[in-house]
């Protein structure tokens, strides 16, 4: 293509479609046990405290490498880090396909993990090389409504496939596809327009040129900033909860305590990820055109945490009124959406990325610790009471969390959607 303008404008979307579908996956992959729990407890023989640490090991390396990931794509650029965590996910894929039992299960849980840790941060990254500034957030909000795609496919398109399909078959196809796409990452995406002989659509900015050589600093003040840490708890207590519930026992739950049957419940658990998907477009437009932050978010993590209540109260609900619930839950669980915002207006421009990444790593912290959790107290009760019993009782943890999160969004400082770095704490 010898217009350079129309070159910019493929190698862009190009790029971005490829990144974009590495992010997919990584949400298809973290939920994606709700909807195997009976499949993978039969095969391994894996009791509720063992298939919650299968699934939380998932959630394990993946808070390991959020802020880690920030530094390295600053270093080495998206298209090094996505094509090697993909071929890295796609190996962990195909042993996970073959695993013999659960510990196994858990290794290759670790390595997909690993590798899918990437994608969300180098999409960031790429974004703001590759498209104007005026066009970031949207873009922002594109890609997690995207990303949310996955989590959908994790229940019940999976439920319906795994009828037809051994869960074997399905990862071991899934295994080869992740494989193509890191070639085709590898081959195809460009860290920036100068790589492909075109004019930069930024100039780089001194601390790209210098990129990597003052991490340590910049982390250790985000770090020590009081105003990032609401945003972490924040995280840690409704993103957890949430990635906790829906990507292993939300299905297990509804089938227990409802008596839904297993694709009734996965569509339940597909509605709440679609509706957080639009939760987070619509808070963050919400949030922009007031100029607000603090109000928003302390809104949405009340309503979440009330909407909680018919499922754990045992309300007898009807099918539109589950679905209805559902909807809630899942949109109103989007408060955590407008941590990143205020990570970045809270810290120094030149350090977003880390600030995004710190905060982050309270979502994927609270997903480990509430699968891991909840699965311990199944174990443990179902000695005495029935495991539908046991698993209703430990449920209980999400909407105790909800109010961790709550507490934490009162303690959030009002940014008036703008960068305030440089005010006095």
Not at 161 to 175: I, S
Request: a positive charge; glycine letters at 12%.
């Amino acid at each position: 293509m010898s217009d350079p303008q129309g070159r910019l404008l493929q190698l862009r979307w190009i790029g971005y479609g490829l990144l974009v579908a590495g992010f997919v996956l990584a949400f298809f992959h973290r939920n994606s046990p709700a909807a195997m729990a009976d499949a993978l407890a039969a095969d391994w023989r894996a009791g509720p405290a063992l298939l919650g640490g299968v699934a939380a090991s998932y959630f394990w390396i993946y808070t390991l490498m959020q802020v880690p990931t920030g530094i390295l794509v600053d270093q080495l650029g998206p298209r090094r880090i996505v094509s090697l965590g993909m071929a890295l996910a796609g190996a962990g894929t195909l042993m996970f396909a073959l695993a013999p039992d659960a510990g196994w299960g858990i290794a290759a849980r670790v390595l997909m993990g690993f590798g899918l840790s990437f994608p969300f941060i180098c999409l960031m990254k790429f974004s703001a090389v590759w498209f104007p500034e005026r066009q970031f957030a949207t873009l922002s909000g594109l890609t997690v409504f995207i990303g949310n795609a996955g989590a959908v496919l994790a229940a019940t398109p999976l439920v319906w496939v795994m009828a037809h399909v051994p869960w074997r078959g399905v990862f071991m196809g899934l295994a080869g596809f992740m494989l193509v796409l890191a070639v085709l990452t590898w081959r195809l995406v460009r860290d920036r327009p100068e790589h492909a002989g075109l004019p930069p659509v930024h100039a780089p900015t001194a601390q790209e040129r210098g990129a990597g050589m003052h991490w340590r600093e910049g982390l250790r003040e985000v770090l020590c900033n009081r105003r990032t840490w609401p945003g972490f708890v924040l995280n840690f207590g409704l993103a957890g909860g949430a990635f906790g519930f829906a990507g292993l026992w939300g299905v297990p739950f509804l089938e227990g305590s409802y008596g839904m049957a297993k694709a009734e419940a996965a569509t339940q658990i597909s509605l709440l990820v679609a509706a957080c998907a639009v939760g987070g477009l619509i808070i963050g437009r919400i949030s922009d055109a007031i100029g607000r932050r603090r109000p928003v978010m302390m809104l949405w993590a009340a309503a979440h945490t009330l909407l909680w209540l018919p499922w754990l109260l045992h309300w007898s609900l009807s099918a539109w009124q589950h679905s209805l619930l559902s909807v809630g839950l899942g949109f109103s669980s989007a408060a955590f959406a407008l941590t990143w915002a205020v990570a970045k207006e809270v810290n120094a421009p030149r350090l977003a990325g880390i600030a995004a990444g710190v905060v982050n790593t309270g979502a994927f912290l609270g997903g480990a610790v509430v699968q891991q959790a909840i699965g311990v107290w199944v174990e443990w009760r179902s000695t005495s009471i029935p495991a539908a019993e046991a698993l209703h009782e430990g449920v209980w943890l999400v909407p105790a969390g909800c109010v961790l999160a709550l507490l934490a969004a009162l303690c959030v400082t009002e940014t008036y959607a703008r960068n305030i770095s440089r005010e006095r704490a």
